[in-house]
Nanobody
Framework: QVQFVESGGGLVQPGGSLRLSCTASGSLRSDAVMGWYRRQAPEKQRELVADIGSDDSTKYTSSVKGRFIISRDNAKMTVYLQMNSLKPEDTAVYYC?????????????WGQGTEVTVSS
């Protein structure tokens, strides 16, 4: 069983910064890919924001490139999302996730979500 503890969400003004953290507990494999999705409105599909492999390879959606930085601490099984130059359109619920691939089978794990609001 894998559980996540997320923190760092909140209200910030446009142009500001926030740092999200997500720590996994339980039996998450060290080679898991970890990352963040977001859902900007209940009726919208969730969007991949960024993810990072155990080798520190990263992937970002185009709208956050150059503004967001994802990183991880493997010893702590924690993934971070540093969000800079925030825009109102970054307002969303951000979900931490991880997935592993074993013998071709994907197993996904999700956090409960943390809300980010960018508004003046």
């Amino acid at each position: 069983q894998v559980q996540f503890v997320e923190s760092g969400g909140g209200l910030v003004q446009p142009g500001g910064s926030l740092r999200l953290s997500c720590t996994a507990s339980g039996s998450l494999r060290s080679d898991a890919v970890m990352g963040w999705y977001r859902r900007q409105a209940p009726e919208k599909q969730r969007e991949l924001v960024a993810d990072i492999g155990s080798d520190d390879s990263t992937k970002y959606t185009s709208s956050v490139k150059g503004r967001f930085i994802i990183s991880r601490d493997n010893a702590k099984m924690t993934v971070y999302l540093q969000m800079n130059s925030l825009k109102p359109e970054d307002t969303a619920v951000y979900y931490c996730y991880a997935y592993t691939v074993v013998a071709g089978n994907y197993e996904w794990f999700w956090g409960q979500g943390t809300e980010v609001t960018v508004s003046s």
